[in-house]
Each structure stands twice: as structure tokens, then as C-alpha cells.
């Protein structure tokens, strides 16, 4: 079957650092995508990884682990405006991307 | 405009009733994804296009659904017969090409039935 695991709801600190965990299992793998999505809007694109390793983006970061099934989404100098959902995707076999059921990050001063 | 737009962005129905969904994805983008999103919870794939073509609708949750995408942009998500178990926000996606890029998601069509 097809599983992908994150945590479904974490608190952090204005300006600390945060990690967001994910675990999938599934029957084909591309690659794996972050998204966030603040409530009531669309998902939008943070980041893609195919390879293992981490891939860093300003602020953002992914890393990658495909033997354990792995990844991770670190978020630095946390704003208020990071507090959303954070999804966690994979490019299954075929043209399905399998979503996780999103980790929900609340941001305090 | 520049994104993916949806419409209805709101639609109520009541149980039983046909509705219509619509995608404009992005001009020129080769592949559309639509998803079902219920509250608290990730997409969940519906289908997916290359073009005009429909190459995957495993996602479909009963032969009430059905899409198109007949010239190869503008698509249409459609429910027969609907069911209270069928309020969720529709998630329309495109991307330029196929695998391995980014999907640019649309605002998304609520759909209550009641």
C-alpha cells in the first residue's frame, strides 16, 4: 500500500529552527516533494528532491533519504507568517503523487 | 492571469444533484491533476490528464465522478448524483510538463452537499 507518515501538529518559537519529519512507503518513487498550504488556501511549492542528500533553499531546507524512506523539511529564523501546513509528497509509480495528510506548524512570539 | 484558476470557488448542492467543476490551469502547461481534499487531511489524487488525454483515474472514488479535458486545457470535474460524503475542497494542479515538476495548485472549488 501506499503510506506516508508526518507528525500532525508541532509548536516553535519565532527565529528558532524546526523539523518536520516525514516517513513514506510506497509502491514507486520519483521523487519527493514539500508543499505548504495556509488555511483555506492552495498548496505551494517549497521544494522537489530525486537524490539523496539535503537541498537548501534560502530559509528552507529538504533532505532526502531513500533507503530509509526519509525525509525532513527544516524551516530557520521562523516568522509568524511560516505558520502553516506542511505536506509532504511523493511522485509514486505512474503519474500519481501521493500526499501525506500534512504536519500543522504553530508559530508563537 | 497567471495561475491556475477555479469556479465555482463556493458551490452548494443539494443530495442528488449533478454538479460541474471547472480548471483553468496554466497556458501551455501539458499535464492537470485534480485532487480531493477533505478537512484536516492532504490531497487526495483524483485523476490525472497529459494533454487531452486521461492517462490515469485511479483516484476516481465511484463511477459518479468523471473528468475531461476535451481540447487539451480547460478541464471539468463532474459529479452525478451527489452525496453528503462528497463535500471536500476540489484541487485543481498543473505543471508544464510531466514528472518531476512542480504542480502550481488552483484556489480550489468548496463543494458542500447537503
Redesign the interface.
Known sequence: GQN?DQPTEMTATEGAIVQINCTYQTSGF??L?WYQQHAG?????LS?N?LDGLEEKGRFSSFLSRSKGYSYLLLKELQMKDSASY?C?V?AG?????????TRLFVKA | GAGVSQSPRYKVAKRGQDVALRCDPISGHVSLFWYQQALGQGPEFLTYFQNEAQLDKSGLPSDRFFAERPEGSVSTLKIQRTQQEDSAVYLCASSPRNRGETQYFGPGTRLLVL
Do not use: D, Q, S
Open positions: 506516508i520519483n521523487g516533494f488556501e492552495a498548496p505551494t511549492f522537489y530525486v505536506l509528497a511522485e505512474g503519474f500519481k503523487t501521493i500526499f501525506g495528510a500534512g
